[in-house]
């Protein structure tokens, strides 16, 4: 997968889990704020990869996957679909991805809006996330951690 399809796939998921889009035209218009202009015909084969559906409350996790797997948020299937490693230092938590992971991955954490959360930076295969305090890395640490098992 390129970097701008995993890119993009990142940020249809952090749309998607922020706020209700009711159809694929607000969603490449949202897009397109974004500076990412997509055609109607990949943004369907997005929505397709990523197994989302259109439900009464906007896109969601569905048809195709287990029951249980249609239920689990957006942070959640990143980190257990990309993430490799997690380490802290200090007010820092690092998480290593394969190639072209770090983005979606970052795009769920920022998704996510953990309080403890000052800043993300992601690279192609790192995902750098700065806290204010030792103590908030530790908070956020734990959070991430739960969601693996």
Excluded: C, W
């Excluded at 029951?67 to 690092?94: K, M, S």
């Amino acid at each position: 997968m390129s970097a701008t399809k995993t890119f993009r796939h990142g940020q249809i998921l952090r749309l998607v889990s922020g706020e209700r889009i009711a159809n694929q035209e607000e969603l490449r218009h949202r897009l397109a704020k974004q500076k990412l202009r997509v055609t109607q015909a990949t943004l369907s084969r997005d929505l397709q990869e990523l197994k989302l559906v259109k439900t009464n409350e906007g896109y969601k996790s569905g048809s195709g996957l287990p029951e249980e797997a249609a239920t689990v948020p957006p942070l959640t299937r990143a980190i257990r679909e990309f993430l490799l490693d997690l380490r802290p230092a200090q007010n820092l938590l690092v998480l290593k991805t394969p190639p072209s992971g770090a983005q979606p991955l970052a795009a769920a954490v920022d998704g996510a809006r953990f309080p403890e959360i000052a800043g993300t930076i992601a690279g192609d295969d790192t995902v750098l996330i700065i806290t204010p305090s030792r103590k908030a890395r530790e908070s956020l640490q734990k959070k991430i951690e739960a969601q693996v098992k």
